[in-house]
């Protein structure tokens, strides 16, 4: 991970984005346990809404992978298209604690 061009991309100085970058993962995390828990609960409009919340702060961080995927749960979840959203889940979990461990 790229923090140098990540914040150049946005218009940041690099402590300006890793301020941005610790909100996200502290927020995200919380994020990913709602969703968690709307997945188990099978509350389609829960699982949207805190996806919708997860693809737009990937998106503003520049993390694309995670965005795709969150979309994917997002449209998956708007048409209550529930089976295969645990298994993306699961990848956008893996995905995000791979990103928060290389940045400390």
């Known amino acids: 991970m790229n923090i140098k061009k990540l914040a150049e991309d946005l218009g ?9 970058f610790e909100l996200f993962i502290e927020t995200s ?3 990913l346990d709602k969703l968690q828990g709307a997945i188990e ?4 409009e829960k699982i949207s809404s805190t ?7 990937c998106g ?7 965005h795709e995927i969150a979309g994917e749960i997002v449209e998956k979840a708007r048409i209550n ?17 791979n990103i928060a ?3 400390g």
């Open 12 to 20: 940041l100085e690099e402590e300006e984005y890793l301020e941005l």
């Open 29 to 31: 995390r919380s994020d």
């Open 41 to 44: 609960a099978g509350d389609a």
């Open 51 to 57: 996806a919708h919340s997860l693809k737009g702060a």
């Open 60 to 66: 503003n961080l520049g993390f694309m992978e995670l």
């Open 81 to 97: 298209q529930l089976k295969g959203i645990s298994e993306s889940f699961k990848e956008l979990k893996e995905k995000f604690d």
């Open 101 to 103: 461990k290389i940045g």
